[in-house]
């Protein structure tokens, strides 16, 4: 339940993130870029960090059919689309 609270709380974050209007770096095509938007965002805004990891926590122990979906989802994202 801890891992899929810490994934969903990333997940949120980086919502978040994206929520917001500012020029964006071009994304790495390496495995690496989404920990290093997380960690620019946890760096970027310390609080809000907290907040979403608290929150997804509490969503996560409340609904762990619901952190799997999202866990799935992002893994699913990071894979390169097969030939």
Same mark, same amino acid.
């Given at each position: 339940a801890a891992v899929a609270a810490v994934i969903v709380g990333i997940a949120?974050?980086? /919502?978040? *993130?994206?929520? !917001?209007v500012k020029p964006s770096h071009p994304?790495?095509?390496? $495995?690496?870029?989404? /920990?290093? *938007?997380?960690? !620019?965002?946890?760096?970027?805004r310390?609080?809000?960090?907290? $907040?979403?990891?608290? /929150?997804?926590?509490?969503?996560?122990l409340r609904n762990p059919a619901l952190a799997a979906i999202v866990a799935k989802a992002l893994l699913d994202s990071q894979r390169p689309p097969q030939r």
């Open positions: 949120g974050l980086l /919502a978040a *993130r994206k929520a !917001e994304a790495a095509p390496d $495995g690496f870029a989404f /920990a290093e *938007r997380a960690i !620019e965002m946890v760096k970027d310390p609080i809000l960090t907290i $907040g979403a990891g608290l /929150a997804a926590g509490i969503i996560a």
